[in-house]
């Protein structure tokens, strides 16, 4: 199976365009539910940021770490590597699969963390910053917050550059969806043709 990474600004429209993908036949995985089962009852990083931060309640870290960079540093490298331990061990089992189709990780921090290296390819979701922030406004979040969430990620331009493809979603969704039937189309496209056939 092919390991492709998703990944884009917050609100961008990563999860939407996810299950656009989904419906087309990938299997999905998300580093953001990881993020969820690592803080899950038990699990020795949910201890350590409570000793750390007061707290695993996800509103009262979000308020300690987006308008704050160390606080926000010490959160990732408590958290990060058993993240990480959780994505190898999917999508080495992914690779290990010799079903044909495509596994998409949804990666939020994918470039800032350095993980494309991992995967075959990225698709990138994209939309301009008014359309973010009004996503973020609307999510309930003060303009002050959606600032700070905003600032604490790589520019999504950059991202765009970085990407193999990228999907927008600042236009209507029928055109999001017909970009995603046309990516995933390329992405199997570009699955690596065996070295020798068995015809020869
Ligand atoms: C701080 C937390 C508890 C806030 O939870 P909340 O439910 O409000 O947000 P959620 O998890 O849905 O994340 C929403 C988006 O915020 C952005 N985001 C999350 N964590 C970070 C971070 N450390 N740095 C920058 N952006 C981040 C991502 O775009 C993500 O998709 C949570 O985001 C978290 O555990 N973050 C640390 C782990 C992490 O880096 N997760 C990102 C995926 S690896
Ligand atoms: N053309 C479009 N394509 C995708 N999403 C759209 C489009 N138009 C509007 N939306 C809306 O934009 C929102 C995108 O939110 P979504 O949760 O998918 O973003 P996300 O990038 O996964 O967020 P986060 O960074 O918080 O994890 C959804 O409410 C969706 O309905």
Redesign the pocket.
């Known amino acids: 199976m092919q390991t492709w990474a998703i990944t884009?600004?917050?609100?961008?429209?990563?999860?939407?365009?996810?299950?656009?993908f989904a419906e087309c036949g990938a299997q999905l995985a998300s580093a953001?539910e990881d993020a969820r089962a690592v803080l899950a009852e038990g699990e020795p990083t949910r201890a350590a940021v409570l000793e750390a931060f007061g707290t695993v309640e996800r509103s009262e870290l979000a308020a300690k770490i987006f308008g704050d960079p160390d606080a926000r540093k010490r959160l990732n490298a408590l958290m990060h590597p058993a993240i990480r331990q959780r994505m190898r061990a999917v999508i080495a089992a992914a690779q290990a699969d010799p079903t044909p189709g495509v596994l998409l990780y949804?990666v939020?921090l994918l470039f800032e963390g350095g993980l494309e290296t991992w995967f075959e390819g990225v698709v990138v979701?994209a939309?301009d910053h008014a359309?973010q922030r009004e996503?973020?406004l609307?999510?309930g979040l003060t303009d002050e917050a959606a600032q700070q969430?905003l600032a604490s990620q790589l520019d999504p331009d950059e991202k765009v550059r970085r990407g193999d493809f990228v999907?927008?979603?600042?236009?209507?969704?029928?055109?999001?969806?017909s970009m995603v039937v046309a990516v995933y189309a390329a992405i199997l496209q570009s699955a690596k043709t065996p070295i020798s056939s068995p015809t020869g």
């Open positions: 884009g600004g917050i609100a961008c429209g990563k999860s939407t365009v996810s299950k656009l953001d949804e939020p979701v939309a359309t996503r973020l609307a999510r969430r999907v927008r979603t600042d236009i209507p969704l029928d055109e999001t969806k």
